[in-house]
């Protein structure tokens, strides 16, 4: 049995296959790759603040 995937782990998965997606239809490389690190970025983001809350609920 796999393990249910975090938010984090779904949401990487989808930005994964977004970039995927982009270099295979080849739409604009350089409009994915922003497109694509804004959404990795923004993820980073939401990762810390689940991190820094379930580290918070334990303490």
Known sequence: MKRPMSPAQVQLMMAERYQYLMKTLGIGS?????????ILSDLQVQVQNQTQAQAKARS
Not at 30 to 38: C, P, R
């Open 30 to 38: 350089i409009t994915a790759q922003l497109a694509g690190s804004a």
